[in-house]
């Protein structure tokens, strides 16, 4: 048994569209008699008492250019609807309906026997795409991605720098299979600093839509040129308030079950969203400078992780913007922390540069340059190469100069 759906104020259409199914084919007819689309996909199964259509007809007499968006979202969010146009086109209304996901453009006039043919194929495209998507969901249920988070207590430190490089650095090993994720949801600069300018941010991507249908939240996600993805974080601080902690954890582990490795950046401290997205990693990148304060701050947040049971397994103590004249040793951060620093990135102007112009220092590396070499060590450890296992087992001594 099918579900037709029609959405046109055409009472003649509707009328042929009835003797096409009753009597002919196996289903029935819901008739909306409006000019107006829903909202969303799902307003209109609430108003089917929560039914999903097999097959939905937009107009005659809809607004063609929301029909066409709204075609987008169907097709996208529940591509076992067939979505079918009814309007006078031209090839190029048809090649946009097609890319809209539109399965056939009929013409408002078109007699009933052949629409009956038109809605047989199209309720026979939806069973099978039904089975099919059916068939593909257990492959998809257990996340597999490695999720890399950077944290640090104090602002400023470098998580930014560090979890754009990584995503450049590991997007090379493994194109398309890396997405960043902006987690510092109030004044994140992800955006800013891979000079991305993303029509969609993590504020779609954690709506009932996309939180139900992992290819929707794919359409919001941003494609860098360096051949990974980017989700950014929310335009505006009030936009951000309304995420929550539920709504994060459950989008890393869609993004980790679609991706090999998912890279957070966070904001400073421990808020909410942070120690989500802490407790759904896989590794955990620490980041302090070489001040006394930022030192004894890390401290006190890895003492607080630990009594809770926070800390992820893996974990890497990068020291940033190391400089050997500020006083205080690497031997000191070691023992304040009791953890061995595990990679020290050199203060260089290349990477204060690299930011200002939204290209991380490894998308265009510079020959020479310490900072940019050690940045490369950070993702040879997260990378799946032996050689990065090697080095996680066996720690170098770290020498600032
Ligand atoms: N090794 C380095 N040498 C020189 N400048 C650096 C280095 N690392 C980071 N910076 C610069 O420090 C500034 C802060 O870096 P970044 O934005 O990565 O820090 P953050 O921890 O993400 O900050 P916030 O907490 O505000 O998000 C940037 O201008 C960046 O270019
Ligand atoms: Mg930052």
């Given amino acids: ?67 066409l968006r709204f075609a987008t979202v169907m097709d996208i969010s529940f591509p076992s609807v067939t979505i079918l146009l009814a309007a006078e086109a031209d090839a190029e209304l048809t090649l946009q309906a097609m890319r809209a996901g539109v399965r056939d453009v009929v013409s408002p006039g078109i007699d009933p026997e052949q629409l009956r043919v038109v809605l047989q194929r199209g309720a026979q495209a939806s069973e099978s795409r039904g089975r099919s998507t059916a068939a593909a969901e257990p492959a998809s249920t257990a996340p597999r991605g490695r999720i890399i988070g950077v ?24 194109p398309l299979r890396v997405v960043v994720v902006d987690l510092d949801l109030q004044f994140g600069d992800v955006a800013s600093g891979l000079d991305l300018e993303p029509e969609h941010t993590l ?23 360096g051949g990974f993805y980017a989700l950014c974080a929310p335009r505006t601080p009030a936009e ?3 995420v ?25 401290g421990l808020g909410e969203c942070t120690l989500a997205g802490l407790e759904a990693c896989t590794d955990a990148v620490w980041v302090t400078g070489m001040d006394v304060p930022g030192v004894r701050g890390l401290r006190s947040s890895l003492e607080v992780l630990a009594h809770l ?53 490894l998308q265009a590396p510079r020959r020479g340059d310490k900072a940019t070499a050690a940045l490369g060590h950070v993702v040879e450890r997260l990378s799946p190469s032996d050689k990065s296992r090697a080095a996680r087992r066996s720690h170098r001594r770290v020498v600032v100069s």
């Avoid at 509707?14 to 107006?36: K, N, Q, W, Y």
């Avoid at 929550?244 to 400073?268: C, K, R």
């Avoid at 397994?313 to 020291?319: I, K, N, P, T, Y």
């Avoid at 205080?328 to 200002?356: F, M, Q």
């Fill in 1 to 67: 048994m099918s579900l037709f759906v029609l959405l046109s104020p055409d009472t003649d259409f509707a009328l042929r569209m009835g003797t096409a199914v009753e009597g002919h084919l196996p289903g029935s007819i819901s008739t909306f008699a409006t000019d107006e689309l829903p909202g969303q996909p799902e307003d209109l199964f609430a108003a089917l008492g929560g039914a999903l259509p097999d097959v939905l007809v937009l107009g005659p007499g809809v607004a063609l250019e929301g029909a």
């Fill in 151 to 174: 944290f640090s207590p104090k602002g400023g430190v470098g998580k930014t720098t560090l979890a754009t490089n990584i995503a450049v650095g590991l997007g090379k090993a493994a």
């Fill in 203 to 225: 504020t779609d991507a954690v709506t009932p839509a996309a939180a139900r249908d992992s290819l929707v939240l794919k359409a919001f996600l941003t494609l860098h040129a």
């Fill in 240 to 242: 951000a308030d309304s």
């Fill in 244 to 268: 929550s902690p539920e709504q994060v954890a459950h989008l890393i582990g869609q993004l980790a079950e679609q991706f090999d490795y998912v890279v957070l950046d966070t904001a400073p």
């Fill in 309 to 361: 049971g926070l800390m992820p397994e893996s974990r890497h103590l990068v020291l940033n913007m190391a400089d050997p004249n500020v006083g205080l040793s690497v031997k000191d951060i070691e023992v304040t922390l009791g953890l061995p620093v595990d990679v020290s990135v050199p203060r260089s102007r290349a990477v204060a540069y690299s930011t200002n112009r939204g290209i991380p220092v």
